[in-house]
């Protein structure tokens, strides 16, 4: 992601606000947070936040992002292609966009496996199949880290 202090993000999947509040600790200047679930959004710290609840694939703001993340959350939606266009919509030209999503690999299998045991669905994506939704959407992968156990984080950039 590069330089956090002083920067305006737009968090796609925020959830609670684990990464919005180290965004903050960081010296982010605002975090827009948006997360579906209204009682996720009530965890939120209320400082430098400005907490939406609505689908990270059709979120409407009146203001463009040099920083978007979208942490944990593409592996659960239906169509993350959606997801990442909003993100586009959203973001001025040469915006960086990270992604962490669990690898397609044995890990990543279980990690599956334990959300499917409790009724939620995970998509895996492989490499190719996020690289191609990301280009269809406007943005080029620049810089991909596979992180243990079973994580992808993917530094893409709009064009």
Not at 28 to 51: K, S
Not at 109 to 134: C, P, Q, S
């Amino acid at each position: 992601m590069g330089k956090v202090a002083g920067h305006t993000f737009l968090e796609l999947g925020c959830g609670s606000g684990y990464y919005t509040r180290l965004l903050l600790k960081n010296g982010a200047n605002h975090v827009f947070a948006v997360d579906f679930c209204a009682a996720m959004i009530q965890e939120l710290p209320r400082a430098g936040v400005t907490p939406i609840v609505d689908d990270a694939a059709s979120v409407q703001l009146d203001i463009k992002f040099k920083r978007i993340l979208c942490l944990g959350l593409l592996e659960f939606v239906p169509d993350a292609g959606a997801v990442l266009y909003r993100a586009r919509e959203l973001a001025e030209d040469g915006c960086l966009l990270v992604i962490l999503l669990p690898a397609d690999n044995m890990l990543g299998w279980f990690y599956k496996y334990f959300h499917r045991r409790h009724g939620i669905h995970v998509r895996l994506f492989t490499i190719d199949e996020i690289k191609a939704i990301g280009d269809a959407n406007g943005w080029v992968l620049e810089k991909m880290v596979f992180k243990l156990p079973f994580s992808y984080i993917m530094r893409f950039r709009g064009v």
